[in-house]
């Protein structure tokens, strides 16, 4: 029977589907372990967003002109000196403290307002938010090259920021898009974008609502220490390290999932599939099926920290996270089925093939690394041991049904319904996947 998921944790799970986060920011059950509970519609909210933007003006799109209208009239800032320091903020500058200086560009990094702490933790912090007014439409991510200045994008900027001041968290407003970040000292970052154009949507009205949910001045100022916007980011970087560890324990069930699915092809070649390897060498099939998670985890690594390419043609014939989705609705159209088809695992033998040899076509260089070495496990493809691989040689993969694929990676990227982030993962947390993977040795395959 699927697991029922919390209502008030699918609304968060909802509205960060839309937003797609890169990394972490936010974690659903650490939203609502803290009771950040998202308000189901906010109808009020998107009419205070819509009166707060600028119409258009010479084709351009409705935006956010002034920022300090909009922070008062959707996030209800006061702009009070016993609350923030900036740009609007009578009598209360951006102090020293929140500079950082770089005198090798004669430069000074510096927010345009700042959000306190009203009481901070021993030895936090006593800043909370730090914003960053950019002209409209200038890219977060693109690199500014002036002679002499540091090259580095807007992003690159608050994240520096961010690390040096010790602050928690940093928001970037284009006027179109409004970027929040979270760039703790030692840890990788994370971010949100909430689009204007999409919160003008009836359909984004739950954004609006997780964006005033995080950044109101109720959350930021009123609220207990521990339910405040750092709290929050600290307590769901907290919760990712808990999902290193069960993700860890998830990968012996992916495992079983393939061990089911390649004992199924087997019985469909009548024993002829695995007989020879299981007589010579019986670890070889643990060791084979253990590769083929250690390459989901990788490509997956990968696919979230944009190492690999990323146009459509990639996106939708080839990764991980597409095809995903398709056995995702697959599995909810003709759930009766999934054990009777068998396109998914070709699919990623051709994409193990397409790491390792390489697809210049697509800006995917050589690798030839033992990780993917097709003939290291011949029987992953149907190939008899020894069988070396010819180029453009046609082979009859096994027959593993999609929904053993689809078992596997569900168990490799949900947690309690939730998408994990594998950008968020440091990389000692996937070490720590990786040796319990290497310590799975009490497998027997009989």
């Known amino acids: 029977m699927?697991?029922?998921?919390?209502?008030?944790i699918q609304?968060?799970?909802?509205?960060?589907?839309?937003?797609?986060?890169?990394?972490?920011?936010v974690s659903a059950p650490a939203l609502i372990r803290a009771g950040a509970v998202l308000p189901r519609s906010d109808a009020e909210g998107q009419r205070l967003l819509l009166e707060s933007l600028d119409g258009s003006v010479d084709?351009?799109?409705?935006?956010?002109a002034d920022f300090h209208r909009f922070a008062r009239a959707v996030l209800g800032w006061s702009f009070s000196p016993k609350g923030y320091?900036?740009?609007?903020?009578?009598?209360a500058p951006i102090p020293p403290e929140l500079e950082v200086a770089l005198p090798e560009y004669g430069e000074i990094l510096a927010p345009d307002l700042a959000v306190r702490e009203r009481d901070p933790a021993p030895n936090a912090p006593p800043w909370q938010l730090l914003v960053r007014l950019l002209p409209t439409g200038q890219d977060f991510d693109r690199v500014a090259r002036e002679h002499g200045r540091l090259e580095i994008s807007p992003h690159g900027r608050m994240e520096r920021l961010l690390?040096?001041?010790?602050?928690?968290?940093?928001?970037?407003?284009?006027?179109?898009?409004?970027r929040l970040i979270s760039a703790p000292r030692g840890e990788s970052s994370g971010w949100l974008d909430f689009h204007v154009a999409e919160m003008r949507q009836t359909a984004g009205r739950p954004i609006v609502a997780a964006l005033r949910l995080l950044l109101s001045e109720q959350r930021?100022?009123?609220?207990?220490?521990?339910?405040?916007?750092?709290?929050?980011?600290?307590?769901?970087?907290a919760f990712q390290n808990e999902v290193s560890e069960r993700l860890a324990e998830q990968v012996l069930e992916a495992l079983y999932a393939l061990l089911r699915g390649f004992q199924a092809a087997d019985d469909e070649r009548?024993?002829?599939?695995?007989?020879?390897?299981?007589?010579?060498?019986?670890?070889?099939?643990?060791?084979?099926?253990?590769?083929?998670?250690?390459?989901?985890?990788?490509?997956?690594?990968?696919e979230e920290r944009d190492m690999l390419p990323e146009d459509a043609t990639w996106e939708q014939g080839y990764g991980l996270a597409g095809l995903y989705e398709r056995l995702r609705e697959d599995a909810a159209r003709?759930?009766?089925?999934?054990?009777?088809?068998?396109?998914?695992?070709?699919?990623?033998l051709t994409l193990f093939r397409m790491i390792h040899d390489g697809v210049p076509e697509l800006g995917l260089p050589r690798r030839h690394g033992v990780l993917f070495d097709p003939d290291r496990f011949p029987f992953l493809e149907g190939r008899p041991a020894g069988d070396a691989r010819q180029l453009h040689q046609r082979i009859a993969p096994p027959r593993v049904p999609d929904g053993t694929i689809y078992q596997a990676l569900e168990k490799l990227l949900l947690l309690d319904g939730e998408r994990i982030s594998y950008r968020a993962l440091d990389v000692e947390q996937i070490g720590s996947v990786y040796e319990t993977m290497m310590g799975l040795s009490l497998i027997h395959i009989s």
Request: aromatic fraction near 6%; charged fraction near 20%.
């Open 2 to 8: 699927a697991k029922i998921i919390d209502p008030h």
């Open 270 to 302: 009548g024993g002829a599939l695995l007989r020879d390897v299981l007589r010579d060498e019986p670890d070889t099939v643990y060791r084979g099926l253990l590769t083929v998670i250690l390459r989901l985890v990788f490509l997956l690594y990968a």
């Open 85 to 91: 320091a900036g740009a609007g903020v009578a009598g």
């Open 59 to 64: 084709g351009d799109q409705p935006r956010i």
């Open 163 to 178: 690390r040096t001041t010790g602050v928690s968290a940093g928001l970037l407003c284009n006027g179109h898009t409004l």
């Open 334 to 348: 003709y759930p009766d089925t999934m054990q009777q088809r068998y396109g998914a695992w070709p699919q990623l």
């Open 11 to 25: 609304a968060h799970l909802e509205w960060l589907g839309f937003v797609r986060p890169m990394g972490l920011v």
């Open 220 to 237: 930021l100022l009123a609220l207990p220490r521990e339910q405040r916007l750092a709290a929050l980011l600290e307590a769901s970087r």
